[in-house]
Nanobody, 114 residues
Framework: QLQLVESGGGLVQPGGSLRLSCAAS????????MGWYRQPPGKQRELVAT???????DYADSVKGRFTISRDTAKITVYLQMNSLKPEDTAVYYC????????WGQGTQVTVSS
């Protein structure tokens, strides 16, 4: 079993920045990838960014150049640094971790509005 706890969401003005954190606990040794999805209001959940155990990263086209995913292997924590935020980035952001199953965090709200 894995447990994922997210933090760092909130309200920010357009052009601002936020950093999301996702801390994993439990059967952490089986994790081979972690990342973030988001679900905008009234829309389907979409992949935002992923990072593998080897450190490879991938991003949705809509966030490339603005978002950066990173990890702290000692703390088993994944971060999503979000810069130049736009209103269309407003969504509930979910952390996930892949081992023999996919595990999800509880979600954290990010609202970009003036």
């Amino acid at each position: 079993q894995l447990q994922l706890v997210e933090s760092g969401g909130g309200l920010v003005q357009p052009g601002g920045s936020l950093r999301l954190s996702c801390a994993a606990s439990g059967s952490i040794f089986s994790i081979y990838a972690m990342g973030w999805y988001r679900q905008p209001p009234g829309k389907q959940r979409e992949l935002v960014a992923t990072i593998t155990s080897g450190g490879s990263t991938d991003y949705a086209d809509s966030v490339k150049g603005r978002f950066t995913i990173s990890r702290d292997t000692a703390k088993i924590t994944v971060y999503l640094q979000m810069n130049s935020l736009k209103p269309e980035d407003t969504a509930v952001y979910y952390c996930y971790a892949d081992s023999h199953l996919r595990y999800w965090g509880q979600g954290t709200q990010v609202t970009v509005s003036s």
